[in-house]
């Protein structure tokens, strides 16, 4: 399910990278814009501040400013004659009130004679009935007291005629506004007057609006405004004024100057641009990471396929099998799972290789791959184990099921295999396991398997045989049976030599015997040569064994001329350069004739290249020994190979034969097989006829000798003797029978 694994990838993938990185971009982002909007609030704060200490500044400087106005016009000999000593009101009207007026823009102004009492008032540059008025100016009249109680010996440096005056801020006619008020006097020190008795000049600025623009303009105080209220606008920075006695007088409110807030929203779009591109790079990045490590996954993946598969056929290999043999097998909810092992060899496949390349012996690997899975679905677990082996791993239903499937399959691969250049055949043998409760370890299960693979090699391939337990014992022999056949080839009560009868076909005489190795063990009893001859051809003891046999063989064949003899030869006997003198020594020793005797070889001989099995066979026929060519139909079958290593006749193996019957293909075989050795001057010998179904059939496609049950098994040489000697098995002369009627 590729999907789920992508899944599974793509969330391991954000689990790994993309959460930590947009986790680190997150908190980068947040830490940043904190960053920024602190130090934006700070510089502000700081910006506040100072504007805050400038207007606290500003309005010190205010209240000086009025003193040194009034003091322009206070500290003035003309200021005292015309209000103390003699009131001249056109004289104070011109310079007192309408000078202050026009020139400081003061709002009021008042003049007061040494007893606090209004002398002359102007408002807003006209002149009033300062009596009428009075009632009005209290805060004017509490800074004059104020001012009267000043202490009259001032501090030095001092001097009695320096000004006197104070100017505070305070609500007047219920207006915010700054006041001031100045003791007249001389400023030459001609006029003298009594501490406490001065004249007083009294101004009233009003903070309305035009000082508010004032403020703007000269100090940047935007907006600025004088209010008796405070606004609640966060953008508006508020002072509040007080008296000098400390009585709130009115707020001062401005636009805040706000440089931390200009500066972010003049470089705040360039940071977020900064931002978005940084996050886009890092993305790409991801993507980019994440498409690689994808690849490596894939790369991984890939690798660990080709490590738990085999490369040619793509099924699962030894190891991954292994693996999933003891995954299934601890897995099991019980001993009544039921679980059955089947090893398969392919019988022949070498040959295949041999003569017809790797490339062709690839091809048939693959499609009995493909034929094996075609039977048994897509549930059962197929693996290569190399070479020729597959296993196969079922969860069966009973065994009875399995064992009929095992049968499927052997069917299946032995029908010809169409590759791409070249038809082949080959078989299958194939050795069954079930796992029962006791038989679960995946190890003993495979040898097992192994075993019963053996044994269906062993009982003629194209098989599929059960593993039972005695086949352990017999295996357990397999290793002991190269000294037990050591041994018993040097003593003479264990291997024997039988003669099976050779029938010819049209008289149903017997005109000769095949001569058969037989061992007779003190424990094992009868062991098949099919065990034992593939162990002495291994380790060399088939040279002994042959001999053995051969000197049987002729030693009949010397008392029964005109009889054909058949005695089977190995290849590594038939490789050895001294094998043609031994076999005519034994000839001339016992003194059979040697045109009675006939060499049997197999296929693999032929394909064999090698110049000493030709020299040894071109030896024979010149003698005038015959050679058959037995399991005919089994190997390469290959006729052309015939033409190399000329043969007398083909033995047409048994496998076939048991197939006779009326209608099945094997009948047009063997038909095939017998004209095509008859048209090469060959005879044909069948052999395991059974039935006389099967003779009938082989009579009538020609064969010129039958051999099987149907007529004998292997008797002993007494037996063989008497049925030679038997007057309707008259000899009959070998050399004619080579002719197809
Ligand atoms: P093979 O050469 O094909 O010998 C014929 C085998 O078929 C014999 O098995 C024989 O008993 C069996 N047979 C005969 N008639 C019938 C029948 O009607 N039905 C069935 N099913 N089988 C039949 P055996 O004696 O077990 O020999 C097996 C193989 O061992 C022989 O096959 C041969 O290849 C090899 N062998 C036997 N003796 C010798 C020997 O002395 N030297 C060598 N090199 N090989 C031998
Ligand atoms: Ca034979
Ligand atoms: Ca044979």
């Not at 197939?659 to 004209?675: F, P």
Request: a negative charge; proline letters at 5%.
């Amino acid at each position: 399910m590729p999907s789920k694994t992508s899944t599974l990838e793509r969330r391991h993938f954000s689990a790994a990278f993309l959460l930590p990185v947009v986790l680190a971009l997150g908190i980068t982002a947040v830490a940043t814009l904190g960053f920024v909007l602190w130090s934006t609030a700070s510089i502000d704060q700081r910006s506040l501040e100072r504007q805050t200490k400038m207007i606290h500044e500003v309005m010190d400087a205010r209240r000086a400013r009025l003193i040194h106005e009034l003091a322009s016009v206070g500290v003035w000999d003309d200021s005292v004659v015309n209000t103390r000593l003699m009131f001249n009101f056109n004289w104070v009207h011109i310079n007192l009130g309408t000078w202050t007026q026009e020139f400081f823009g003061h709002h009021q102004t008042v003049v007061f004679d040494g007893a606090n009492r209004p002398l002359y008032m102007m408002r807003n540059g006209n002149a009033v009935d300062a009596e009428a008025y009075a009632r009005q100016l209290g805060p004017v009249q509490l800074l004059v007291d104020r001012l009267r109680a000043l202490p009259h010996i001032l501090p030095p440096p001092r001097k009695p005629s320096e000004p006197r005056a104070l100017a505070d801020f305070a609500v007047v006619e219920g207006v915010p506004a700054l006041i001031g008020a100045m003791a007249l006097v001389s400023d030459t020190g001609a006029i003298t007057q009594s501490p406490g008795t001065e004249p007083l000049i009294a101004a009233v600025q009003f903070l309305d609006g035009n000082a508010a623009a004032h403020l703007a303009r000269e100090y940047r105080f935007e907006q600025g405004r004088f209010s008796l209220s405070r606004t609640d606008d966060p953008g508006r920075a508020v002072y509040p004024i007080f008296s000098t006695t400390g009585r709130f007088v009115a707020f001062f409110e401005w636009d805040r100057d706000r440089p931390g807030l200009m500066l972010l929203l003049q470089t705040g779009p360039a940071l977020v641009a900064a931002f978005i591109v940084a996050a886009i790079l890092v993305l790409l990045l991801l993507r980019q990471l994440r498409h690689s490590s994808a690849a490596l996954d894939a790369g991984r993946r890939h690798a660990e396929h080709q490590a738990a598969h085999d490369l040619l056929t793509g099924l699962p290999n030894r190891t991954s099998f292994d693996v999933e043999l003891a995954r299934i097998l601890a897995e099991r909810t019980g001993p009544d799972a039921n679980l059955a092992l089947m090893m398969l060899d392919l019988d022949r496949f070498k040959q295949v290789n041999d003569t017809l390349g790797h490339q062709a012996g690839d091809e048939l690997i693959c499609a009995v791959g493909d034929r094996i899975r075609a039977i048994v679905g897509p549930a059962v677990t197929i693996a290569r184990l190399g070479g020729d082996e597959f296993v196969m791993l079922i969860q069966e239903r009973d065994h009875g099921t399995t064992l009929a499937l095992a049968t499927q399959i052997v069917e299946a691969i032995g029908q010809p295999f169409d590759l791409r250049r070249f038809r082949a055949h080959v078989g299958a043998s194939i050795g069954i396991v079930h796992a029962s409760g006791s038989n679960a370890d995946p190890q003993e299960l495979m040898r097992k398997a192994d075993i019963a693979l053996y044994e269906a090699k062993a009982g003629g391939r194209n098989r599929a045989v059960v593993y039972e337990e005695h086949m352990n014992e017999l295996l357990q022999l397999q290793h002991t049976i190269e000294e037990e056949l050591r041994e018993a080839l040097q003593r003479d009560d264990q291997l024997s030599v039988v003669f099976q009868p050779l029938v010819d076909q049209r008289t149903r005489k017997v005109m000769g015997a095949e001569s058969l190795a037989r061992w007779h063990h003190p424990k094992y009893g009868q062991i098949s040569p099919a065990r034992f001859i593939p162990v002495a051809e291994n380790t060399g003891l088939i040279e002994v064994l042959g001999e053995f046999v051969l000197r049987r063989a002729c030693e009949l064949g010397a008392t029964a001329p005109g009889r054909t003899i058949a005695v089977n030869i190995s290849p590594t006997q038939l490789r050895n350069p001294r094998f043609s003198s031994q076999v005519f020594d034994i000839l001339s020793q016992t003194g059979m004739r040697p045109g009675d005797l006939e060499l049997e070889i197999t296929e693999s001989i032929l394909l064999d290249n090698e110049h000493l099995s030709g020299q040894n066979l071109r030896a024979f026929r010149a003698a005038g020994i015959h050679i058959a060519l037995d399991d005919f139909g089994t190997g390469y079958s290959s006729l052309s190979y015939l033409k190399r290593y000329p043969v007398d006749r083909i033995k047409i193996d048994r496998s076939f034969v048991s197939q006779l019957a009326d209608g099945h293909v094997s009948v047009a075989i063997t038909q095939a097989i017998v004209s095509l050795a008859h048209a090469m001057d060959l005879a044909v010998t069948a052999e395991g006829v059974e039935t006389e179904g099967q003779a009938t059939i082989l009579g009538q496609l020609g064969c010129n000798t039958l051999q099987g049950f149907l007529f004998s098994g292997g008797v002993p040489a007494e037996q063989i003797t008497a049925i030679f000697a038997d007057m309707a098995n008259a000899p009959k002369d070998v050399s004619t029978e080579a002719v197809p009627a």
